[in-house]
């Protein structure tokens, strides 16, 4: 009489928790390794979101829409570490393996910069010592009227600096730093930071 086929068993969770982490360490791209799932990918129940090859496309992508932000962190019985993550853009969210050390990201996700900070050193002389303005002020959030706390996609989810850019029609503002975003942008983008002379008070990018 032939043995009778073991069974499969599942993982458990043992935790699953709210990264604590800045915000702005929590920014990762796609290795490509791993897909991602519904759930942690060894629980009963848990289906593909993105494949692998999907998630390479991803990460080899030139649209910073497609950053990533990791916001829960779960651990299974067996010690395996799982991130639910995000895309900028809200078109993909899961679980994708993480390694087996909460200290660092690893297995499916990596580390990633959204941008470059240069600070003066990508600007002129005559552009530090320059006066500037906004060209059309008012509220529309176009990223031409209003300003915003980080540059475009760099951050998710960060919103206008300023809602209403009429108060700084005049050419009475000065830029302070500049910031490049990172070659994950199809061209490269530009953001300045802009302070007005008179307050001194930082308005956006």
């Known amino acids: 009489m032939g043995q009778s086929a073991s069974a499969k068993t599942y993982a458990k969770i043992a935790s699953n928790e709210t990264l604590t982490i800045p915000v702005s360490s929590r920014n990762v791209n796609f290795t490509g390794t791993k897909a991602l799932y519904t759930k942690v990918g060894t629980l009963r ?16 992508s030139k649209d910073s ?18 991130y639910k993550v995000v895309t900028f853009d809200g078109q993909y969210r899961g679980w994708i393996y993480g390694g087996k ?22 600007l002129t002389t005559a552009q530090q010592n320059a006066t500037y303005k906004i060209t059309t002020p008012g509220t529309a959030n176009n990223g031409k009227s209003v300003t915003y706390k980080a540059p475009s996609w760099t951050q998710y989810k960060v919103g206008r600096a300023i809602t209403d850019s009429s108060p700084y029609a005049t050419p009475i503002s000065k ?30 990018f």
């Not at 129940?45 to 080899?60: K, N, Y």
């Not at 050390?101 to 050193?121: D, E, H, I, R």
């Open 175 to 204: 830029l302070i730093k500049s910031a490049l975003e990172h070659v994950r942008t199809i061209s490269g983008s530009t953001f300045m930071i802009q302070t007005t002379v008179t307050r001194l008070q930082p308005v956006g």
């Open 45 to 60: 129940g848990a289906r593909v979101v993105a494949t692998r090859s999907t998630l390479r496309s991803l990460a080899s």
């Open 65 to 82: 829409r497609d950053n990533v932000r990791t916001y829960r962190v779960a651990v299974t019985n067996r010690g395996s570490v799982y």
């Open 101 to 122: 050390s909460t200290g660092n990201f690893s297995g499916g996700v990596t580390k990633y910069a959204t941008f470059n900070n240069q600070g003066l050193s990508a």
